[in-house]
């Protein structure tokens, strides 16, 4: 790529971005989009509490950045949980370590680039070049400042990696003593149940749970299954709710004959109804049937302690894995009830069909990366297309190589979130954070192999198809140690298309703005359209992710990269404050499980750093260098493993100690009792047909042995 090529690219990007900042200061103050850019606000209003802005409705203003940079963490926390400063921290941390990395390799590393001697014949297409390590000769004492920034660089990284995951570990261990009374402390989710001939699910959880933990089990809750039924179930709901708000007693006649008055329940919220006393007893009976034949082998089972409950996640409950497994169960509003009717012996199918889908996906997805780059050399392009011969020199060649590449790979890379997101729900996923986190994992591969390898493979295929032949590894290596500092261009590129311009796009919220006036404007309702989102970490943190992959790799090779990198982080730092604050509303979170996410892909991104180095140190006849990058790279190996037997284990297990303490508090201030007698229907309300039905007989149960067996264990 050409220097104009990037200058355009970069020019069109900076218009974008001014344009759209601009434009988002004017539309935040009208009153119209209230619901679009202040929903985490609104949402937290009381129902009669009323909201006043003053702006200066048509001036362009910056004082949402001002209002983001003196928002604190305990704001953050407040507004957007634990996952939403750990999305910040990831920010942070990137801004701090490819600071240290500009001052050195901009000060240090970028002199000895330019004034190298490398590059012997100064081509149009080369132009690029005499900012990157390929401009510095062989055996060049030049070599140790990218050796020193190297070091110092995977240094700094060590140490913030250290510190990061030490400081997000604590926060996640006080966030259980935070929220002492979460019913998921005291809930197992109990899957692949066995079915045995005349007896229900139900029974057999009842009958396990009695004869194993007798002391500490409390009830369980079945899971029933959805469907054309339910939803008619849901829709009766509605028309139950609009009836008892309509005034009708001046319409309807008194009814004379004798009734009984009965209770059914609708996801576990009791809807009363009018039926002759002769046929109560029939119909208890076909609604206990009923029940049982829409049973699945899941089930919520409650524990009088929090310690009780984590024994039982951790312990297998039969010589049979596959059966009885069980795990802590998500929050109530982060149950995706749709998966939860899923068979547990068949996830693991589920989980190799997806894995076959995502290969064939990425394989689709060769075919625009192979036509991005075809369009950064589009010189090569018209050798092989004598057809298109004639476009390098027309007055659009800086748009074609400079921007439209990037815009094309960005188009194309919209696809990949909800794809992933469809791959995570087929996997079966029980809570609706977990398939987020799952879908973020996917596309951080994906956005790994296809934006950043493939397309390095991609580059180097079309600069080198007819003069380098590859014979063997050495080759290989010796080719990407040539080539890779020259995709350094593509990459800011990239980083400007993709990174600029998608923040202003969530600055803006367009699809949400337009729906909004659809609503307000043509079908004239005040409540409009907006406040319906929770924040897109599948979307966000591959993105964040794969430009610290980019700053990483190429930091000591083309330093140029880190000023576009820089620019897109401290944006991102104000852009994402100010929507975790006022736009995005938090329903659930996976209590700051993407940190070792972020830890693993640095980890990565130092290991392919020090790696490339390494080959390029052997191909610059630096031996003492490539060496000591080598012995770099073990060290990086083992210092992840360090960090994650040290750290890791706080994410995946609660803290015994702490789980005691608050059992034994609750026992002796006496709120144990009305934490147990709100457990029972705490997973009632949020699922399709979730809950023991009828509600009132597991209530019951609680109020007639439960208090008898918490006593009787009180005094063992």
């Known amino acids: 790529m050409i220097l104009p090529a990037l200058l355009t690219s970069a020019g069109f990007n900076i218009v974008i971005c001014v344009g759209f900042m601009s434009l988002y200061s004017i539309l935040r103050k009208q009153p119209i989009n209230l619901k679009v850019y202040f929903g985490q606000r609104l949402a937290q209003l009381q129902p009669g509490q009323k909201n006043h802005y003053f702006f200066d409705r048509l001036i362009p203003s910056a004082g949402w950045l001002v209002k983001a940079w003196e928002a604190t963490d305990d704001d953050i926390y407040t507004c957007g949980g634990l996952d939403g400063l750990v999305f910040i921290r990831m920010i942070v941390f990137c801004i701090r370590i490819f600071s240290v990395a500009a001052v050195l390799c901009i000060f240090i590393v970028l002199p000895v680039n330019l004034f190298g001697q490398g590059v012997e014949q100064r081509t149009p297409e080369s132009q690029m070049d005499i900012f990157t390590i390929a401009n510095v000769q062989e055996g060049s004492t030049g070599l140790w400042a990218h050796f020193f920034a190297l070091y110092m660089i995977s240094i700094c990284a060590y140490a913030l990696l250290y510190i990061e995951f030490k400081n997000v570990a604590r926060m996640r261990l006080e966030q259980v003593i935070r929220y002492p009374t979460k019913p998921s402390h ?44 339910q939803r008619l179930m849901m829709e009766t709901e509605k028309m139950y709710k609009v009836l008892t708000e309509t005034p009708i007693n001046e319409y309807v ?19 009363p109804f009018k039926t002759p006393e002769g046929s109560t007893k029939k119909r ?105 011969r004639g476009i390098s ?4 060649a ?10 094309v790979l960005m188009c194309f890379v919209l696809l990949v979130p909800p794809v992933m997101m469809m791959f995570a729900t087929l996997e079966g996923a029980v809570s609706r954070s977990g398939r987020k986190k799952s879908a973020c994992c996917k596309a951080i591969i994906f956005f790994f192999w296809n934006i950043f390898f493939y397309n390095l493979f991609t580059g180097t295929w079309w600069d080198r198809m007819s003069k380098l032949t590859v014979t063997g590894l050495k080759d290989m290596a010796t080719l990407l140690g040539n080539l890779i500092p020259g995709q350094a261009p593509f990459f800011m590129t990239y980083i400007m298309t993709s990174g600029w311009a998608s923040l202003a796009y969530e600055l803006m919220q367009p699809f949400v703005l337009i729906v909004n006036w659809i609503f307000q404007v043509i079908l004239m309702r005040k409540e409009g359209f907006g406040d319906l989102y929770t924040f897109p970490y599948h979307t966000e943190v591959p993105r964040v ?67 490339v180095a390494s080959i390029i140190f052997g191909m610059k006849n ?3 260098g490539s060496s000591l990058a080598f012995i770099l790279i073990i060290f990086t190996s083992l210092f992840n493993l360090y960090c994650r037997h040290k750290f890791l284990p706080l994410f995946s297990n609660k803290a015994a100690q702490d789980l005691i303490e608050m059992d034994r508090h609750d026992e002796h201030s006496g709120k144990l009792e009305e934490i147990l007698s709100r457990l029972l229907s705490s997973y009632n309300k ?27 264990s009180r005094k063992r």
């Open 398 to 407: 800086n748009i074609i190589s400079g921007y439209l590449p990037s815009l």
């Open 186 to 229: 005291f809930t197992v989710l109990v899957r692949g149940i066995p079915w045995a001939e005349g007896e229900s699910y139900s029974e057999a959880v009842k009958k396990h749970f009695s004869d194993y933990y007798n002391s500490s089990y409390l009830a369980h809750q079945m899971v029933y299954r959805s469907g054309a039924v």
């Open 253 to 271: 006649q008194p009814i004379t004959q004798p009734i009984t008055v009965g209770c059914s329940h609708i996801g576990g919220i009791p809807v």
């Open 284 to 388: 208890k009976h076909d609604d206990k049937q009923d029940m049982k034949d829409q049973e699945v082998a899941a089930a919520f089972v409650f524990f009088r302690t929090r310690y009780a409950a984590m024994v039982a996640s951790h312990s297998i409950q039969s010589k049979d894995p596959m059966l009885w497994v069980i795990d802590f169960a998500p929050e109530p509003h982060d149950v995706f009830w749709a998966n939860l009717c899923v068979p547990h012996r068949l996830l693991w199918i589920r989980k190799t069909l997806v894995f076959i889908g995502s290969i064939l996906f990425s394989l689709w997805f060769l075919l625009p990366t192979t036509l991005v780059q075809g369009l950064v050399n589009i010189e090569k392009l018209e050798n092989m297309f004598p057809v298109l």
């Open 622 to 624: 630096f031996g003492t």
């Open 393 to 396: 020199e027309t007055q659009y």
């Open 545 to 611: 992710l794969l430009f610290s992959l980019l700053g990483f790799t190429f930091s000591i090779l083309a330093p140029l990269i880190l000023p576009f990198l820089l620019v897109y982080y401290f944006f991102a730092y104000f852009v994402y404050r100010n929507q975790m604050l006022n736009v995005y509303i938090t329903r659930y979170n996976t209590n700051g499980s993407y940190w070792p996410v972020a830890h693993n892909a640095a980890i990565f991104g130092l290991i392919v750093m020090q790696s």
């Open 686 to 712: 949020f699922g399709p047909r979730s809950g023991n039905h009828p509600n009132d007989l597991l209530s019951a149960e609680y109020k007639v042995t439960g208090s008898k067996d918490s006593e009787t």
